[in-house]
């Protein structure tokens, strides 16, 4: 008997990409039909029915996300594949809404694109259609970050606690609210409460509320966060801060949903979604017997890493333009931008605290820097230091780039008879040192002759 094929439907403008796919998917037995937009695959129903869709998002015309809610009203069970080079937490999150199988940002590995073909196949019930869009603007085109706006994007219809991990800064917060945000929870309140900011004999008030004379000071009934968050979602910032006593309590209360305010023995129920949120690591806690395993295991049904920004060099100029901008707006003030040799800076320094960091960043050089154009010595010392401190690895006309420009800062006489021949002082040292102090050799390997190194060592005094 004849094995049925799968038929597949590529939909993109771009000729090279329907090609590439067309025939990958046809050595694994697939049959492949190319579009080059959406009208052309919505006239084609009156003929045929694809077993499944890959989609690009931008095209002349109907869009992607446009096409895929039509597809999905119509035929809910066609797994539809959408890809974008236009990559966004709202495109990720919109395709998963409306009922995409799979996001794969542009561009991609081939054989993570048939991967993700087989495994639709394997489970042809795709993703149901969860109805939300999302108004948190999360900015990242690596593929770490492209990876949390897909788990985002899957989390829409689960109320399962959520564990964010990640280093200060990283945006763990912005997550928990886009998570809120495109959850069947939108319309309840987020609040967030960071266990570190606030001190241990009053977190537990903060958490569950207080009646009136439960406490010296207590002069009026307060509703704790558990309270105000009903229906909702509470975000618990650097949970690892947390007391080992009220981790019991706040245990319980994820068991049973269930708690008590201070001074009362009225039993409050709740209904409330926890995501916690940590920059330290849990397990070593754990063992050191400062973190209760169990709850641990209770927060952490879902896990997101936040990487830190030095992981995500893609993003750092991307953030910086879009930090720069936000600054300019809240300033009035024009637009400012990093040259070259600022832009391959950025992309070598540690950030150590993160995206915060780097928001700060831009925001004191739209203040201070003099120009629109942003160079290396108008940063902030920090940064500056930082070259020195940590030894970061800059390209080495970045550092003299920075030389010259403090040079001319100072007015220093001579500059250009004063790095040539520093240029070529270093030149002819390195070249004698690696070749054992032999000029023939040494004057070869610069591609000079042998009279004009003999000349340059009189005259620089090597």
């Known amino acids: 008997m004849t094995e049925i094929l799968k038929k597949i439907w590529v939909i993109d403008d771009d000729k090279s990409i329907k090609w590439v796919l067309q025939k990958a998917l046809e050595k694994y037995n697939y049959e492949v039909q190319t579009f080059g937009n959406t009208n052309e695959a919505i006239n084609n129903f009156n003929h045929d029915i694809p077993n499944l869709i890959i989609s690009d998002i931008k095209m002349p015309g109907e869009s992607g996300l446009q096409f895929l809610q039509k597809v999905k009203h119509k035929f809910p069970d066609i797994p539809i594949i959408i890809m974008t080079a236009f990559t966004d937490l709202d495109s990720a999150v919109d395709s998963f809404a409306l009922g995409a199988f799979e996001y794969l940002p542009k561009p991609f590995n081939i054989e993570d694109a048939i991967k993700i073909v087989n495994s639709a196949f394997e489970n042809e019930e795709g993703h149901e259609d969860n109805l939300i869009n999302t108004t948190n603007k999360i900015i990242g085109n690596s593929s770490v970050m492209q990876s949390v706006f897909k788990q985002i994007g899957k989390l829409g219809k689960s109320d399962a606690s959520i564990l964010i991990t990640g280093e200060s800064g990283t945006g763990k917060e912005l997550v928990a609210q886009a ?240 790095f040539i021949s520093k240029v070529e002082k270093l030149l002819i040292k390195i070249a004698l040192s690696e070749n054992n102090n032999k000029k023939n050799q040494a004057a070869a390997s610069l591609g000079i002759g042998r009279n004009t190194i003999t000349r340059k060592i009189k005259d620089l005094d090597i």
């Open 179 to 418: 998570i809120h945000e495109n959850s069947q929870r939108k319309s309840s309140p987020f609040i967030a409460l960071n266990s570190a900011a606030i001190p241990a004999e009053l977190l537990e008030s903060e958490l569950f509320g207080y009646e009136k004379g439960a406490f010296t000071g207590a002069t009026n009934e307060k509703k704790g966060y558990f309270e105000e968050a009903d229906n909702g979602t509470l975000f618990l910032d650097e949970i690892a801060d947390m007391p080992i006593n009220l981790q019991s309590k706040l245990l319980r209360v994820l068991n049973d949903g269930a708690f008590q305010k201070l001074g009362s023995n009225k039993t409050i129920r709740t209904n409330v979604r926890i995501i916690a949120a940590t920059h330290q690591n849990l397990i070593e806690n754990i063992s050191e017997k400062t973190f209760r395993d169990d709850l641990y295991h209770r927060l952490n049904v879902i896990s997101i890493h936040l990487p830190p920004l030095r992981e995500r060099d893609d993003d750092i100029l991307l953030l910086s333009k879009f930090f720069l901008n936000l600054s300019s707006k809240e300033l009035k003030t024009p637009t400012k931008y990093l040259n070259a040799e600022t832009e391959a800076y950025f992309k070598k320094l540690s950030w150590g605290g993160n995206i915060r960091q780097l928001r700060n960043i831009c925001h004191w050089l739209t203040v201070m820097a003099p120009g629109r154009e942003i160079g290396i010595s108008d940063l902030p010392q920090e940064l500056l230091k930082e070259n020195v401190n940590h030894n970061v690895d800059v390209n080495w006309d970045m550092a003299l780039s920075f030389e010259i420009q403090k040079s001319l800062k100072d007015k220093d006489p001579n500059i250009y008879e004063l």
